[in-house]
């Protein structure tokens, strides 16, 4: 059974546009992160959010924790080419993050 | 890429073979950890090690089994292969701290 589901399946947007993307997971948690896939490419990190803190940022990534609705959000500031991947909101309930559960991903596109 | 990898990254196999993946780390991870990625999903975990000889199984460990006999060196093994396991397959390793790095990533197909 999948803890972490993220909505839309599928995003496309214009370069300078904001993207979000949302997860949404079934049990309470310790950390919630979010990693990005480029095609063919083993997964980045990107944010960790543990499960007393509400908001992170990094660069032109904010993402959002609420543990009361059990979902996160993750918002990509004035998108680039670059950005397009597919992005995956990962779950533990224990101490080792490599122990997350994944959802099935985002995929974004962002157009020149 | 926090200096794991994976190999081969390529491999086609014949249905009922053994095959052995290798995925090995210079970062002195205590933790390391084998998952499957297959189209439009995200990844299940097969099989984690939390130590050198300390092994569990995963959500999806069927047909597989590990071995780690050195801190840097994490071995998956399939030891049928069936074409249910055509895959890309995912090595990862971390500190215990919250951030897992993963490798590059082994296509397997089996024919």
């Known amino acids: 059974s999948q803890q972490g589901e993220e909505d839309p399946q599928a995003l496309s947007i214009q370069e300078g546009e904001n993207a979000t993307m949302n997860c949404s997971y079934k049990t309470s948690i310790n950390n919630l992160q979010w990693y990005r896939q480029n095609s063919g490419r083993g997964l980045v990190h990107l944010i960790l959010i543990r499960s007393n803190e509400r908001e992170k940022h990094s660069g032109r990534l904010r993402v959002t924790l609420d543990t009361s609705k059990k979902s996160s959000s993750l918002l990509i500031t004035a998108s680039r080419a670059a950005d397009t991947a597919s992005y995956f909101c990962a779950t533990d309930v224990g101490t080792n993050a490599g122990k997350s559960t994944f959802g099935d991903g985002t995929t974004l596109t962002v157009k020149p | 890429d926090a200096g794991i990898t994976q190999s081969p990254r390529h491999k086609v196999t014949e249905t009922g073979t053994p095959v052995t993946l290798r995925c090995h780390q210079t970062?002195?991870?205590?933790?390391m950890y084998w998952y499957r990625q297959d189209p439009g999903h995200g990844l299940r975990l097969i099989h984690y090690?939390?130590?050198?000889?300390?092994?569990d199984k995963g959500e999806v460990s069927d047909g597989y089994s590990v071995s780690r006999s050195k801190t840097e060196d994490f071995l998956l093994t399939l030891e049928s292969a069936t074409s249910s396991q055509t895959s890309v397959y995912f090595c990862a390793s971390e500190t215990g701290q919250g951030e897992a790095f993963f490798g590059q990533g082994t296509r397997l197909t089996v024919v």
């Open positions: 970062e002195n991870h205590r933790y």
């Open positions: 090690s939390y130590g050198v000889k300390d092994t």
